[in-house]
């Protein structure tokens, strides 16, 4: 399966792509409480209590925040509690959204700062 470069990464500094154009059908928000719909798929980004941010996959973004802060979620975040939950961007399909994770995963720490300030402020 292709997947975009960083150049193509929406949100990507020197690009003027919108993240509709890539990736069509998907939502994003910061902070915004979405209904669970288990149609739904979520790349979310937490913000860990070092600073540093992890990137992953989830059907209900809140509930995994929730996991990673009780200790059930991953490894890295275990020992970086308490973690908040600062992007999620919806999908249909879990093939889009693990499609999009893999590119957020290889974002820059300041490209994935950017993406997070952009969608924060697109919803305040």
Do not use: W
């Not at 980004?45 to 991953?74: F, K, Q, W």
């Amino acid at each position: 399966m292709p997947v975009a470069n960083r150049r193509d990464t929406p949100g990507a500094p020197g690009t003027n792509l919108t993240r509709e154009a890539v990736y069509p059908g998907s939502r994003i928000s910061a902070g915004a409480e979405p209904r669970y719909n288990r149609r739904v798929h979520f790349v979310y980004i937490v913000r860990c209590a070092d600073g540093t941010l992890y990137t992953g996959y989830a059907r209900d973004p809140r509930a995994r925040e929730r996991a990673h802060n009780s200790g059930r979620g991953a490894k890295y975040t275990a020992g970086r509690r308490p973690v908040r939950l600062v992007y999620q961007e919806a999908f249909r399909s879990v093939g889009k959204a693990l499609a999009r994770e893999y590119v957020v995963k290889q974002l820059t720490r300041a490209q994935k700062d950017a993406l997070v300030v952009s969608a924060r402020r697109r919803h305040h």
